[in-house]
């Protein structure tokens, strides 16, 4: 059964709009959550994670994520994208296990 | 400057060459992983060590080797029996565990990561 699902291939927005890059997972328990970005032929970059507390977490380069434990979500947003923001987005999730199993990852285009 | 670095950037491997590729962390950190990221299937663990000289196989560890004889070093071997190595590799390692905590909820942090071909 998949962890992890990101519905949307790619989201595509216009510069200045507000995004969201949609995530849902199906793990049992309290997961932990995580948000990473890859540009093109580089790593993974860390943005933000949920392990307790506010369900609304803010991370690194505007974005921000809330969680949703009776819709098991765990969206990615930022209210006004920029053209630097397209990349590859990968949500991830952590059983409690220190492993983590990722999405198959949502590409961004954010269009001038 | 503190990082996970990864070499070489690009290898190629010929039929039934074993290849290695190289992972090295200078952030003390006791836990290190490798991922597969093949198009269209996001990252897979193949495998991770949470401590030197242990190491436990992922959900697709066939066709590889890794050791952990120090903290700083996870180099992973591209075996011979590994039937479809062409890939982007992935090295991680993540934050110091908390007593008692392992390594869950830790920030996993990435290197810049490693093609393999095979030609």
């Known amino acids: 059964a998949q962890s992890v699902a990101q519905p949307e291939d790619q989201v595509n927005v216009a510069e200045g709009n507000p995004l969201t890059v949609k995530c849902t997972y199906s793990?049992?328990?309290?997961?932990?959550l995580f948000w990473y970005v890859q540009y093109p032929n580089r790593g993974l970059q860390f943005l933000l994670k949920?392990?307790?507390?506010?369900?609304l977490v803010k991370g690194s380069y505007g974005f921000e994520a809330e969680f949703n434990k009776s819709q098991t979500s765990f969206h990615l947003k930022k209210p006004s994208a920029l053209v630097s923001d397209s990349a590859l987005y990968f949500c991830?999730?952590?059983?409690?296990?220190?492993?983590?199993?990722f999405g198959q990852g949502t590409t961004l285009q954010v269009k001038p | 400057d503190g990082g996970i670095t990864q070499s070489p950037k690009y290898l190629f491997r010929k039929e039934g060459q074993n290849v290695t590729l190289s992972c090295e962390q200078n952030?003390?950190?006791?836990?290190m992983y490798w991922y597969r990221q093949d198009p269209g299937q996001g990252l897979r663990l193949i495998y991770y060590s949470q401590i030197v000289n242990d190491f436990q196989k992922g959900d697709i560890a066939e066709g590889y080797s890794v050791s952990r004889e120090k903290k700083e070093s996870f180099p992973l071997t591209v075996t011979s029996a590994q039937k479809n190595p062409t890939a982007f590799y992935l090295c991680?390692?993540?934050?110091?565990?908390?007593?008692?905590?392992?390594?869950?909820?830790?920030?996993?942090?990435f290197g810049e990561g490693s093609w393999l071909t095979v030609v």
């Open positions: 991830a999730v952590d059983k409690r296990t220190g492993k983590l199993i």
């Open positions: 952030l003390n950190h006791d836990a």
């Open positions: 991680a390692s993540s934050t110091p565990s908390r007593r008692g905590q392992g390594n869950s909820g830790n920030t996993i942090y």
């Open positions: 793990v049992s328990g309290n997961p932990y």
């Open positions: 949920y392990i307790t507390g506010d369900n």
